[in-house]
Nanobody, 115 residues
């Protein structure tokens, strides 16, 4: 079993920055990828950024050049968000996928960007 806990969300003005953290604890070690998803009210969940085993990263077009995903030597993952826009407002959740296809999710953290 894996437990993911996000932190770092909050209220920020347009153009500001936030860093989200996802702390992982548990016995899972064969991690294929870790990612950040977001869901705004009335919208579908969207994959924002992914970091794969080995370090390759991938971003959705709307955040390229503004967001940076990273991970540490353990299983924690981070999302540095710069130049935030009101349309970035959403609940952000971290995800961990193993090589066997299992998904683990955190509860989410609210990010609100005011104009």
């Amino acid at each position: 079993q894996e437990l993911l806990v996000e932190s770092g969300g909050g209220l920020v003005q347009s153009g500001g920055s936030l860093t989200l953290s996802c702390a992982a604890s548990g016995s899972i070690s064969s991690i294929y990828a870790m990612g950040w998803y977001r869901q705004a009210p009335g919208k579908q969940r969207e994959l924002v950024a992914t970091i794969y085993d080995g370090g390759y990263t991938k971003y959705t077009d709307s955040v390229k050049g503004r967001f940076t995903i990273s991970r540490d030597n353990y299983k924690n993952v981070y999302l540095q968000m710069n130049s935030l826009k009101p349309e970035d407002t959403a609940v952000y959740c971290c995800n961990q996928r193993t090589y066997s296809g299992l998904d683990y999710w955190g509860q989410g953290t609210q990010v609100t960007v005011s104009s």
